[in-house]
């Protein structure tokens, strides 16, 4: 089971679930939904369903996430007994568009 914390992004967003169930919020998405989400929506926590999800998106611009509440996420994963990982370095693709204060190598 995957669990994604409540968040937006630096740009429109979309979700389309392609495989198994999602829960996005306090909404059942089964495969076959599309979440549509305009620059500054917010939408989660998102739990992945027993067997999983597998998802398709696409940003419309900077995919980089924001946060909704750090702290509403750090208790969801205290109340799951939930140990988060840290972010894997990703390397930035170099044919991706430059952003402001652009470190290179995280792309997220």
Known sequence: MGL????????????????G???VGDRHCPAGTLVVLELGATFGPLIAGAT???L???WMGDPAPVPADK???????RQRGIEPLPRPRIERPATAPPRRND???QYG
């Open 56 to 58: 398709f998106e696409a």
């Open 103 to 105: 470190s290179g190598t």
């Open 52 to 54: 999983g999800a597998l």
């Open 4 to 19: 994604t914390q409540r968040h937006g992004h630096k740009s429109s967003h979309l979700v389309y679930v392609l495989e």
């Open 21 to 23: 169930e999602l829960m």
């Open 71 to 77: 702290g509403e996420y750090a208790a969801l994963l």
